[in-house]
């Protein structure tokens, strides 16, 4: 099965920009800024933090979330609830119904993993891909993302220069954010340093590190040994996927923590969801 990825799959479909454009109406000082490169935007953690925020919601609007007693949700408190404050961070977490490959977090801290992610993954392998996303949230590789979503889906004129606050932008443009802000790739080294955090992530609570050779190895033979879909961000477009999973058994084997990791599969399927209890009927007596 090849991997399919909506939120993090980069074949993107570039919207195009024009001062027809009845959705995005920026003004002639917005769409000057824009021609100009705006050189002079800033662009702060809180700003990034605002409008990820709000593109999240129009995302979460749009998918098929699970409710809070669905399997694949008390699967994901159960593995991950208690790491809602990683790092200092106040993560918010939510699984989307899909068969998607997919996992992604924003700059505000919202964790967003899909139901088929959680389908080839044992909870281990999910923390692993779930400690890279938060590694990038914590690096600030979120709000770099940001800025070059915005400067990619010509929407960085529509939130500046109108004034000293970022600006509110409209539902559609909301949406339209949301899915450049997720399809924003990150550099080698913001790759190599989520890697190094997923990693310290995992040894520092005390879960299996080997999860992270695996989980990457299991991505990159999903996808065929290439860094196209989900890799293409998750592992990026320039390191190679199978070097990421070698550089991760390196750490393991230098901390003298290596083994072979064993995924845990029930019935041909990493566990998913939460067991269901059965009803004990009494009999008459």
Do not use: W
């Amino acid at each position: 099965m090849k991997l399919k990825f909506k939120s993090i799959v980069f074949c993107l479909s570039i919207i195009g920009f024009s001062t027809s454009n009845a959705q995005i109406n920026l003004g002639e000082k917005a769409l000057g800024a824009l021609q100009s490169g705006v050189a002079s935007f800033t662009f702060s953690n809180e700003d990034a933090a605002k409008l990820s925020k709000e593109a999240v919601r129009k995302m979460d609007s749009t998918n098929v979330v699970a409710g809070a007693k669905d399997g694949y949700t008390l699967r994901l408190n159960r593995i991950f609830g208690k790491h809602a404050s990683e790092n200092g961070l106040a993560l918010n977490y939510k699984v989307y119904l899909t068969k998607d490959i997919n996992a992604f977090a924003t700059a505000d801290g919202s964790v967003r993993v899909y139901s088929g992610l959680m389908d080839i993954m044992d909870d281990n392998q999910l923390l692993a891909v779930i400690g890279h996303e938060i590694g990038h949230v914590a690096n600030e590789d979120t709000k770099d993302g940001m800025k070059a979503a915005l400067r990619k889906d010509a929407l960085i004129g529509a939130v500046s220069s109108q004034s000293d606050k970022v600006a509110k932008l409209t539902d559609s443009q909301l949406g339209q954010l949301g899915s450049a802000m997720i399809d924003s790739k990150h550099s080698r080294k913001q790759e190599t340093e989520a890697d190094t955090f997923s990693y310290n992530f995992m040894k520092k609570h005390g879960y299996d590190v080997n999860a992270v050779e695996s989980a990457f190895a299991l991505l990159a033979s999903q996808s065929g040994g290439t860094s196209a879909d989900f890799l293409t961000q998750m592992m990026s477009s320039h390191p190679d996927p199978k070097d990421r999973a070698e550089n991760a058994k390196k750490r393991a084997v230098k901390d003298g923590l290596y083994k072979p990791y064993v995924q845990k599969i029930i019935n041909n399927k990493a566990v998913t969801k939460a067991p269901v209890k059965k009803k004990v009927v009494k009999k008459k007596k």
